[in-house]
């Protein structure tokens, strides 16, 4: 069973910090790894996504691939309160990809 | 704007009674998924296709079948629906296998 775990949450952060969501994958097989938004009775929103191993950025959002640890992470700088939300992670191949149940993160004020 | 749009937003049906759930897309893309959705979980694959293509997840029931009738258009269709299949059902396309998927706005079906 190949499988994308995250964890659940809530992560709670102050407006303008980092907020840093992880997940790991099963499949090593996987090559392209997504970062959905998910608003709670919304569909799901592309945010970023990445291929190669190190770093992406794009604006506030900044990706991490680490296909030897098996691992993906999604930073966001300057959170703000419309940042709250579960993030979902999600890897795949060349058939599918699967999602992982996602990370509700919270924005202080 | 391009993008994929699924009707209705919300569905009630009745448990027994067939209902179809329809999506479109703008943004030519050659596949099309249907995912099924349910609170607090993960989007689970029901079937995609690629172009024409039918690819079935194991675990889906026979209960839930598909047509994708040109490259424009897919439906789900729910032949007796039960209660546990009361959830969002959300329809993605992508450019090809392995690429971001775009997804619709998502049916909330509710089954009485």
């Known amino acids: 069973q190949k499988e994308v775990e995250q964890n659940s949450g809530p992560l709670s952060v102050p407006e303008g910090a980092i907020a840093s969501l992880n997940c790991t994958y099963s499949?090593?097989?996987?090559?392209?790894f997504f970062w959905y938004r998910q608003y709670s009775g919304k569909s799901p929103e592309l945010i970023m996504f990445?291929?190669?191993?190190g770093d992406k950025e794009d604006g506030r959002f900044t990706a991490q691939l680490n296909k030897a640890s098996q691992y993906v992470s999604l930073l966001i700088r300057d959170s703000q309160p419309s940042d709250s939300a579960t993030y979902l992670c999600?890897?795949?191949?060349?058939?599918?990809?699967?999602f992982g149940t996602g990370t509700k993160l919270q924005v202080i004020p | 704007d391009a993008m994929v749009i699924q009707n209705p937003r919300y569905q009630v049906t009745q448990f027994g009674k067939p209902v179809t759930l329809s999506c479109s897309q703008t943004?030519?893309?050659?596949?099309m998924y249907w995912y099924q959705q349910k609170s607090s979980q993960a989007p689970k694959l029901l079937f995609h296709y690629y172009d024409k293509d039918f690819n079935n997840e194991a675990d889906t029931p026979d209960n839930f079948q598909s047509r994708r009738p040109n490259t424009s258009f897919c439906f789900l269709d729910i032949r007796s629906p039960g209660l546990g299949d009361a959830a969002m059902y959300l329809c993605a396309t992508s450019s090809g296998p392995g690429q971001p998927q775009h997804f619709g706005d998502g049916t909330r079906l509710s089954i009485l």
């Open positions: 943004l030519n893309h050659n596949v």
């Open positions: 999600a890897s795949g191949g060349y058939q599918k990809v699967t």
């Open positions: 499949d090593r097989g996987s090559q392209s």
């Open positions: 990445i291929y190669s191993n």
